[in-house]
């Protein structure tokens, strides 16, 4: 298998990407129980070194359920019937999925809440006060 560019600064090496031929579900006749068109690409997350610490967590924060126990991050392909189909479309994936975790998350700016906005929520407030008021039992002694 060849090393899976990412961009001009990383790439993936090929000894940390395995990947394996299984039978696919869904339609297909006869041919889906003979053929295994199915490819599941196995990415070394965890024992990677072509990506920053950084990187690996927010790529395990956006692929969280795509990690199994060894620490593996599995992307599988199954459209088409051709493997080498599946398997291109597989390595594609997982290049978005990297793409993804490249761009680190913009950071939260504190604002306050208006005035205006402060007031409008006391004034509707004070109105369904109002009108719940209105509705309980008049007291006749009163």
Do not use: C, Y
């Given at each position: 298998?060849?090393?899976?560019?990412?961009?001009?600064?990383?790439?993936?090496p090929a000894r940390e990407l395995t990947w394996t031929a299984?039978?696919?579900?869904?339609?297909?006749?006869q041919n889906v129980n003979k053929v295994s068109s199915k490819v599941v690409l196995k990415f070394a997350?965890?024992?990677?070194?072509?990506?920053?610490?950084?990187?690996?967590?927010?790529?395990?924060?956006?692929?969280?359920?795509?990690?199994?126990?060894?620490?593996?991050?599995?992307?599988?392909?199954?459209?088409?019937?051709?493997?080498?189909?599946?398997?291109?479309?597989?390595?594609?994936?997982?290049?978005?999925?990297?793409?993804?975790?490249?761009?680190?998350?913009?950071?939260?700016?504190?604002?306050?809440?208006?005035?205006?906005?402060?007031?409008?929520?006391?004034?509707?407030?004070?109105?369904?006060?109002?009108?719940?008021?209105?509705?309980?039992?008049?007291?006749?002694?009163?």
């Amino acid at each position: 298998m060849l090393d899976l560019v990412i961009n001009h600064q990383i790439t993936l090496p090929a000894r940390e990407l395995t990947w394996t031929a299984v039978r696919a579900s869904g339609p297909g006749g006869q041919n889906v129980n003979k053929v295994s068109s199915k490819v599941v690409l196995k990415f070394a997350l965890a024992r990677t070194e072509a990506l920053s610490v950084s990187v690996q967590q927010r790529l395990r924060q956006i692929a969280a359920h795509r990690l199994d126990a060894e620490g593996n991050l599995v992307v599988t392909a199954q459209e088409s019937r051709n493997q080498l189909t599946n398997l291109r479309r597989a390595r594609h994936r997982l290049a978005e999925l990297v793409h993804a975790a490249l761009i680190p998350p913009r950071p939260r700016v504190a604002t306050r809440v208006s005035r205006a906005v402060q007031r409008a929520r006391l004034v509707a407030k004070r109105r369904v006060a109002l009108k719940k008021q209105s509705r309980r039992r008049v007291d006749p002694d009163e």
